[in-house]
T-cell receptor, first 117, second 111 residues
């Protein structure tokens, strides 16, 4: 079974609109973390936002927010007020296992977001 | 002041050669990783070291050998390069449950 599933290979959004990128995960570990990364065409991997499995509130970082629905095992990324510079590949990732050394991080297949002027 | 730096940025070489990629982090993180990103952008973990100790070794051909001289460095040596090794290789580091910080990647092209 896929650990991280991103069902949208590509998405379009109008500039200044909000967009939601989907991510579902599968784990039996009670302690895990969920991450979103952005990879622009220049190739670097940029950390955006983190949600821990025990966090009570949804994470937010500027225009990024994570819609965490634990029972549904989903961790969707919401980007508000899209900008042209948001055009990039977005990866959802999950860390399983206790902290302190042994952590395996699995990445989804990514969603390519294109912002239309 | 680069957090995770890897060299070289580009590596073009012939099949059968041996090459190394170096990685250094100045974040004081305990854990370092090597990932391979294929042409379809799929990121797969290869190795992970925690305080110089190998903790994750995925199904990777033994032509790939990581080496961590100290917790700030994790190098990757590849023997007998094959066409299928062409990819972007990313080094990353993290501390405890925190996010991974990535280097800019090394684009390896095998001729």
């Amino acid at each position: 079974a896929q650990k991280i599933t991103q069902t949208q290979p590509g998405m379009f959004v109008q500039e200044k609109e909000a967009v939601t990128l989907d991510c579902t995960y599968d784990t039996s570990d009670p302690s895990y973390g969920l991450f979103w990364y952005k990879q622009p065409s220049s190739g670097e991997m940029i950390f955006l936002i983190y949600q821990g499995s025990y966090d009570q509130q949804n994470a937010t970082e500027g225009r990024y927010s994570l819609n965490f629905q634990k029972a549904r095992k989903s961790a969707n990324l919401v980007i508000s007020a899209s900008q042209l510079g948001d055009s990039a590949m977005y990866f959802c990732a999950m860390r399983e296992g206790a902290t302190g050394g042994y952590q395996k991080v699995t990445f989804g297949t990514g969603t390519k977001l294109q912002v239309i002027p | 002041d680069t957090a995770v730096s890897q060299t070289p940025k580009y590596l073009v070489t012939q099949m059968g050669n041996d090459k190394s990629i170096k990685c250094e982090q100045n974040l004081g993180h305990d854990t370092m990783y090597w990932y391979k990103q294929d042409s379809k952008k799929f990121l797969k973990i290869m190795f992970s070291y925690n305080n110089k100790e190998l903790i994750i070794n995925e199904t990777v051909p033994n032509r790939f050998s990581p080496k961590s001289p100290d917790k700030a460095h994790l190098n990757l040596h590849i023997n007998s390069l094959e066409l299928g090794d062409s990819a972007v290789y990313f080094c990353a580091s993290s501390q405890a449950a925190g996010p991974q910080h990535f280097g800019d990647g090394t684009r390896l092209s095998i001729l």
